[in-house]
């Protein structure tokens, strides 16, 4: 089994929150969840969520923490959208 540095993972998953910080809240998450599930290597994942349950995650942003739940609960095939967030509505 190879090591994940773990440390890099929260800095690359708080990189890509820090990359959609300025859309409304809904396409932050959207967008978070959205790389995290179609460019993370399920290593990379598994790695990231087994860090986020054994310590509440401290210093990852918010809006990452609510991606990551999103692709946990998530059961949908990976798809392969490459795009930039969705539009959800014009409240978000």
């Keep these: ?5 773990t440390e890099r993972l929260v800095t690359m998953a708080n990189q890509i929150g820090d990359f959609f910080a300025p859309y409304p809240h809904a396409r932050r998450v959207e967008g978070v969840r959205n790389h995290l599930r179609n460019y993370w290597d399920p290593r990379m994942r598994e790695a990231f969520f087994e860090y986020l ?25 990976v798809r392969a959208y490459a795009g930039p967030p969705k539009q959800l509505d014009a409240t978000s």
Excluded at 1 to 5: A, E, G, H, K, L
């Design 53 to 77: 349950d054994a310590t509440g995650g401290p210093d990852v942003h918010e809006h990452v923490k609510e991606a990551a739940a999103l692709v946990r609960a998530d059961t949908a095939p």
């Design 1 to 5: 089994m190879s090591f994940i540095d």
